[in-house]
Each structure stands twice: as structure tokens, then as C-alpha cells.
């Protein structure tokens, strides 16, 4: 069976799918017959996105519990059921460690860390009511290896794979797997600002930075969100029905453990 005819018919959740990676994977599901409901800050962006897809929208503040609550709710709503959970939204931004502020700080975790837990635990506790369901979380290459300017970013996302081991031990039971991708130096609109801040903490230009990327690169380019989608798609499948509790990188080589 084809991961098309598998999935056909299924409903998936997807944070932050307005832009980049959350929008690369919104379109890969529904190119394989899952109904998608696109959850976003920029409610704007979301239903641009939805409307690509024949998909929903939704507004969503992955900070705050009501708000992921009231989310997830409008999508089982308009969808019937949601099988597969994939908690994206994420930001960055970057500092020397020295030079950090507790809003830098308290904002990447709140977004990056908190909102997967949000995220993870109002799906999962969905997913158990039903007895079935598949959690996919968007880490990092920085999950694996602290990035320097991004101390703070690092941290949340090294939490983000412990929290999803742990979590995928607590479900493996009730047959809930739940799984994260590592990107690397993906093209994003989120990428490009990092180039400019990266650019004139190193004191390089924009273009230097992104030709250091690809030199860190084995496979010799800049990744696109396109690359990630495939990955979240076979997770999402049976085709990864053993596979659980897993950060999986996804770097074109920079990172190899």
C-alpha cells in the first residue's frame, strides 16, 4: 500500500503552518489525502495557507492553554476526528550568551518548549480517548548540538527532545507514537533573519554566513522545507510503526549522531 493510500481520509493538526516548515508539511499530508487544519498566530497566513490545501484555519497562541485548547477543539470540530498532531511553531532569536535578556530567554522557551508540552499534552490526552494517534515535533539541529548565538534556542530545543522521549515512553503502551525531525539551515523567512543578525554578530556579510552553511553542509546546499515534509509524512505513516520516541536529524550531513 502507498503512504497515499494509508493516509487518505486522515485529519492532522499542524502549528505554525502558515509559513516555512509548518506550511511545507501542511502541503505534503494533503498531497497524500489528509485533511489538514493549519493553527497559526497570523490567523491571515494560516488561511492563505488552508486555502491551498482545501484545508482549515485556525488562530492559535501556542503560549496559553486556552488557546491551544480552543485550536485543537475548531479542528476535531470541522474535521470529525484528528489522527495526527504535528507541533511545529517555533521562533529563534539570537545573542551572545553574555549578552542575553530574560525576555529572550522566557520567550524561546515559551514558544519553543511550552508550546510543544501544550501542544503534545491536549492531543495526547485526545489520542488516549481514542486509543490511536501519531505526535510529531519539530526540533532542531541545535537539539543536538548547542549552536553558538543561540544558547537560549538550543536550550529549548534540547528540552523539546527530552520532552519527547519521555512522552513516547508514557504513550508506547496505548500504541501513541510520538517522534521529533532536527533540521538544519533550512530556507525560511525565520532563516533569513538569522543571516542578518548572525551577519553582523560575526561580522561577516549576509551572503558569507549563508556560504558558511553550505560549506557545513556534506550535501552541498541550503536545506528547503520540502526535505523535512517527506520525513513528517513517513512518520505519520505505518510505514514508521516501530519507530518511537525518536529525534531524527534531517541536516544534510552537519550533524551525523
Not at 29 to 58: M, N, P, S, T
Not at 201 to 217: C, F, I, K, S
Not at 226 to 247: E, H, K, N, P
Request: hydrophobic share 50%; with cysteine; net charge negative.
Amino acid at each position: 500500500m502507498t503512504l497515499a493510500a494509508e493516509l487518505k481520509g486522515q485529519s492532522a493538526f499542524v502549528t505554525g503552518g502558515a509559513t516555512g516548515i509548518g506550511r511545507a508539511i501542511a502541503r505534503a499530508l494533503a498531497a497524500h489525502g489528509v485533511r489538514v487544519a493549519i493553527a497559526d498566530l497570523d490567523f491571515d497566513g494560516a488561511r492563505k495557507a488552508a486555502a491551498e490545501i482545501d484545508g482549515i484555519a485556525a488562530r492559535i497562541d501556542v503560549r496559553e492553554r486556552a488557546s491551544v485548547e480552543t485550536a485543537f477543539g475548531e479542528a476535531m470540530a470541522a474535521l470529525g476526528k484528528i489522527d495526527i498532531a504535528i507541533a511545529n511553531a517555533g521562533v529563534s532569536s539570537m545573542a551572545r550568551a553574555v549578552d542575553l535578556t530574560d525576555a529572550e530567554w522566557d520567550f524561546n522557551f515559551a514558544v519553543n518548549t511550552r508550546g510543544i508540552f501544550l501542544t503534545n499534552q491536549i492531543a495526547a490526552r485526545y489520542f488516549l480517548e481514542r486509543g490511536q494517534g501519531v505526535i510529531v515535533n519539530t526540533a532542531s539541529l541545535a537539539a543536538k548540538v548547542g549552536a553558538p548565538l543561540l544558547a537560549h534556542y538550543s536550550a529549548s530545543k534540547f528540552a523539546v527532545l527530552g520532552w519527547t522521549q519521555a512522552l513516547a515512553r508514557e504513550l508506547a503502551p496505548a500504541g501513541i507514537r510520538v517522534n521529533a525531525v532536527c533540521p538544519g539551515f533550512v530556507k525560511t523567512s525565520m532563516q533569513s533573519r538569522e543571516v542578518e543578525w548572525e551577519a553582523s554578530l560575526r561580522g561577516m556579510t549576509p551572503a558569507e554566513v549563508l556560504e558558511d552553511y553550505v560549506r557545513q553542509t556534506p550535501l552541498g546546499r541550503i536545506e528547503e522545507p520540502d526535505d523535512i515534509a517527506g520525513l513528517v509524512v513517513f512518520l505519520c505513516s505505518d510505514a514508521a510503526r516501530f519507530m518511537t520516541g525518536q529525534g531524527i536529524n534531517v541536516t544534510g550531513g552537519v550533524y551525523m549522531t
